[in-house]
């Protein structure tokens, strides 16, 4: 078929407005040479795909009027009449054919450099500005599909062939790399060159033409494109409703959408059904299989509306635009973002979140570095952060799994100390480093017990200013969660597995009641009931955006677990700012028929109260996001990891600092951001050494500690992993051991790992020693904080008085068992104003005295101190608490005395590890104090020399 022939036949049908014609629109006449024969290649490549298209193929494309659908029809019929070669080896399938099933991941369709093409992101307003449109795309949205890519092989018979090929879904992520990770070839090799045959599959497809396609879009229409209200689902609420609401706000505060995967080969060769073969634009319907008592089968239907929904063919690169594209934006006006994955192992998240080629971390890379690129943006560099968080304790997954620390600064961002950041310049550079992480991460699951889908990974990506790389400027976190059905995992026997379940269950508990929280705008968030939380604090408060993809399978036999991710999201959802639409969308006319509830939007047609939606009330309208002011004090989360059930008795024995911890110091916010290990870069004379002012150990970044980050790993202390979980049981010892500082001075390490931590842990097919530490090249420059000298080897403030003659210090020992060691300071210098006073009797005129500024960013960092001893000690008091409360119940119940030795050493670790970040708390604080004290001192002598 001609050309010509083919673009009158679109003409005919009318069907240019819809994007299939887009290339002429591209390329006003007269076209130059080139680009024609561009367009004549494009519209060529159109003309053989369109006799292959289905009808589910047209919602995707975005042909959703009614009208449309007829011409377009039309259109198809006529070119498989004049191209009957196109279509002999792919009949379309009909419509009634089962749903699609599981197609080839995307990693099989699309080429590594389609990742690599900008897409700037064009429409989404920033944090703090009015501006609306503050980036311009300079490149057309391009995406592929992987609708389009099965475009090319559409029939029944292909896509099973596909599915076959297709690896059954063992949780085979992209995460799980065999063995080492090779250099990977992308490094060397330059981006391809755009394909022009993908070129036009993304030119309108899932991008301008998916996004045009929603917008214009009226009634919410099912799986097969028929409208929903026209076909049977008519006066039903939820279907009212979401039409009535049309699509959401993409720059909303919390956003919650769907995302459906299609039914693999197993779910199909087992003959599963889709339970979910009802979806639109914002709704999808579930229908669960149910027997009655008399053992008749029925089914159980619940309808859900959400910000979003996803059906199975839609494409990452879709998802990305309605999902990750918007926080993309948002973080280079300043905020902070999350974009997270929630549900049943297996049902997409990794997929969705962090495939190494399509994931939606990627995609977001790769608009990243275009705004980069842009000269408005050119004094930011991007940084990349990859952690695992698993049973509580986080992992570095770009520095052999260290273990981690969240802590928080004054100014409520939330610093992982230790965390080993990398400044990346391109999206292959970016993908190395994942899959390098993920490998690792892999190799933890299968080496350390940790599960990776018991764990939850975060990928940040992190903009700063390239003077000063101790600011962020903006941070977009992508999260995949560990399987949500663990949490409820009660049936597996082992202990360790229940324990996992009863962590991951926590968290996403935590999780939820946080957002719900927020979204209430209440003045108390449980951001300290987990560590996840904790941890993406930051990314809740203030400039923060959040979005949702909520991960469903559709096979029946995982319904139950569906509808607990669906009532999760809308748990969600339903605390959102979107009642009053939804109150506004009643208001307009929506009537409720018997089976719904009275906020019109969710029909309930199943018998399961929950099912059953809280009536939103004029009163509890959540504000709109321009309205909201999330800023958070303290005083919002002065509970820590504890139960609130627990509060009260362990507030009994501390009673609230509260007060006198948070009362500012004058001028605490008025000072400039420098960093501990700035040494080199910003050294105004006497300022502490580049610790933030608001920086508290709470809140101190991995430079403030290099201890942590780069601590020499023995062979031994590689398997180092302070879970509890992958150590085996054995009764700690005290802890010392012999290391020697950068001055020559040999002290006790406190935290020296104890013997038992050093116990080989389980073979595995590939130990974390097998790795070798991610290439320099591969990562950049190290940070500075790579450099320093570990802080573990921390001299006491005595030793310091005289270099020349070290002492050896044995902090640890006369503690007995992990016991902090408490510096004993001779009383000439039990405190640094003594210390100063002595020499100042002798030079009152030529010492150097710490300036107000130097007194205040003390102050705040003590306070932080006292605060986390003060949490650690009470989380020592619910230790002991819960192990003498199980010793006792178990005495009642006659309980083994294995059982009980074991508990205890539960116990012992449990609460070494508290003291682990007792003492490094402490230690953090007197290595501010030596700073201080040194400076002053080196101050002094110069100016004595001078
Ligand atoms: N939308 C989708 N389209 C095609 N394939 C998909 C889709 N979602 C998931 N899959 C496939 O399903 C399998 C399981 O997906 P994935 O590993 O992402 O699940 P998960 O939710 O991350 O599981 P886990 O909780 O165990 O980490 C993978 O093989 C993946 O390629």
């Keep these: 078929m001609s050309t010509s022939l083919f673009l009158d036949t679109l003409r005919r049908a009318d069907l240019e407005q819809v994007g299939l014609a887009s290339p002429l629109a591209a390329f006003p006449p007269p076209p130059s040479p080139l680009r024609l024969l561009i367009l004549t290649k494009q519209i060529a490549i159109r003309a053989t795909v369109l006799p292959k298209l289905s009808m589910q193929d047209y919602t995707p494309l975005g042909v959703t009027a009614l009208e449309d659908r007829k011409r377009l029809f039309q259109l198809v019929q006529t070119l498989r009449q004049e191209l009957p070669g196109v279509t002999k080896a792919a009949p379309p399938p009909a419509i009634s054919q089962p749903a699609p099933v599981m197609r080839v991941p995307q990693t099989a369709h699309r080429r590594p450099s389609e990742a690599l093409q900008p897409n700037v992101p064009r429409t989404f307003g920033t944090p703090g500005s009015g501006d609306p449109n503050p980036v311009i795309s300079s490149n057309p949205a391009p995406s592929t599909s992987r609708r389009t890519n099965n475009l090319t092989a559409p029939s029944t018979s292909n896509t099973n062939t596909d599915t076959a090929k297709t690896p059954p879904m063992t949780r085979s992520r992209s995460r799980t790399l065999p063995g080492q990770m090779p250099r990977p070839d992308i490094l060397s090799s330059s981006p391809s060159k755009t394909d022009d045959d993908f070129a036009i599959l993304r030119t309108k497809k899932s991008g301008d033409l998916s996004a045009e396609a929603r917008r214009g879009a009226g009634p919410l229409l099912d799986a097969y494109g028929v409208p929903v209200a026209n076909k049977g689902g008519v006066g039903t609420k939820s279907n009212l409703a979401s039409g009535a609401m049309g699509l959401s706000d993409l720059n909303q505060k919390i956003r919650v959408c769907v995302r459906k995967r299609p039914l693999n080969r197993k779910e199909l060769e087992r003959n599963e059904i889709d339970v979910a073969p009802k979806t639109g634009l914002r709704s999808i319907v579930i229908n669960e299989p149910k027997v009655k008592v008399d053992l008749t089968r029925y089914t159980e239907q619940h309808n859900f509306t959400f910000d979003e929904v996803f059906d199975l063919d839609v494409t990452n690169e879709e998802v990305y635009q309605r999902t990750a594209l918007p926080l993309v934006n948002y973080i280079f006006g300043g905020g902070k973002a999350t974009c997270f994955a929630y549900g049943q192992t297996g049902s997409g998240k990794t997929f969705t979140m962090l495939d190494a080629r399509h994931g939606l971390y990627v995609l977001a890379a790769r608009d990243i570095f275009a705004m980069l690129g842009q000269p408005r943006y050119s004094h930011l560099s991007a940084w990349i952060g990859f952690y695992e968080l698993y049973q509580g304790h986080l992992y570095d997954l770009l520095n052999d799994r260290k273990r981690l620390f969240a802590r928080e600064d004054g100014k409520q961002n939330v610093v992982i100390s230790g965390l080993k950041e990398y400044p990346i310049n391109d999206v292959n550079n970016l993908m190395q480093v994942f899959e390098y992480g993920s490998s690792v991460r892999s190799t933890g699951s299968t080496g350390a017990n940790a599960d990776s889908s018991r764990s939850h990974a975060v990928l940040q990506v992190l903009l700063k200013p390239k003077k000063n790389r101790k600011q962020i400027v903006g941070k977009l976190s992508f999260i995949d969660l560990a399987g949500s059905e663990r949490g409820a995992d009660r049936g597996e026997s082992d202990q360790k597995t229940r324990m996992e379940g009863a962590e991951i269950n926590k968290s996403l508990l935590a999780l939820k009641e946080c957002i719900r929280a927020l979204d209430q705008a209440k003045t108390h968030t449980p951001f300290r009931q987990s560590k996840l939380t904790q941890v993406l604090k930051d990314s809740f408060v203030g400039n923060s955006r959040t979005c949702m993809i909520a991960t469903v399978s559709p096979n029946g036999s995982n319904s139950e677990h569906t509808l607990n991710t669906l009532r999760y999201a809308d748990r969600v959802k339903e605390l959102k700012g979107e009642r009053d639409r939804r109150r ?45 002011d999330y800023s958070f004090s303290e005083s919002d989360d002065p509970d820590l990891f504890v139960n609130e059930d627990e509060d009260n008795f362990l507030d009994e024995d501390f009673p609230s ?22 040494e080199e870069d910003d050294e ?52 010392s051991s012999t290391s020697t500082d950068s001055t020559g001075s040999t002290s006790n390490s406190t935290y020296a790992t104890p013997p038992m931590y050093n116990t080989p842990v389980k073979q595995s097919s590939r130990r974390i020693d097998d790795l070798v530490s991610p290439p320099e090249e591969l990562f950049g420059t190290p940070t500075p904080q790579e450099k320093q000298v570990p802080s573990s080897r921390y001299t006491p403030l005595y030793m310091h008085r005289s270099r020349s003659a070290t002492t050896i210090v044995t902090t640890g020992k006369e503690h007995g068992l992990a016991t902090p060691p408490v510096p004993t300071f001779p009383p000439a210098l039990a405190s640094p104003s003594m210390a100063r006073t002595s020499s100042s009797s002798s030079n009152a005129n030529t010492t150097q005295h710490p300036d107000l500024q130097t007194m205040d960013e003390f102050i705040k960092q003590h306070r932080a101190e006292i605060r986390e001893v003060t949490e650690c000690s009470k989380s020592e008091t619910k230790l002991l608490a819960n192990f003498t409360l199980g010793m006792s119940s178990q005495d009642q119940n006659h309980g083994s005395v294995d059982r009980t030795g074991s508990e205890f050493e539960k116990y012992l670790r449990s609460l070494d590890e508290v003291l682990e970040i007792k003492v490094e708390s402490i230690e953090h604080l007197r290595g501010k104090i030596k700073r201080i004290l040194e400076q002053g001192r080196e101050s002094t002598g110069t100016r004595l020399e001078g």
């Design 584 to 628: 506004h969308g009643e208001d307009q006319g929506v009537k409720e028929n018997n089976e719904t509830n009275d906020n019109g939007y969710r029909t309930r047609q199943s018998s399961d109260p929950n099912t059953w939606r809280e009536s939103p009330s004029v009163e509890n309208r959540s504000p709109s996001p321009e309205e909201e």
């Design 657 to 678: 600092d509260h007060d006198i911890l948070n009362e500012d110091f004058p001028h605490e916010d008025a000072f400039d951001i420098s960093d501990d290990d700035d």
């Design 684 to 735: 105004p004379e006497f300022i502490v050494p580049s610790v933030k002012p608001a920086t508290t150990p709470l809140g101190r970044h991995q430079h403030h500690i290099p201890h942590i980050a780069h601590r020499p790993q023995t062979h031994g202390e590689r398997f180092t992993l302070p879970s509890s979980r992958l150590k085996p049981p054995e009764i700690p010892r005290p802890r």
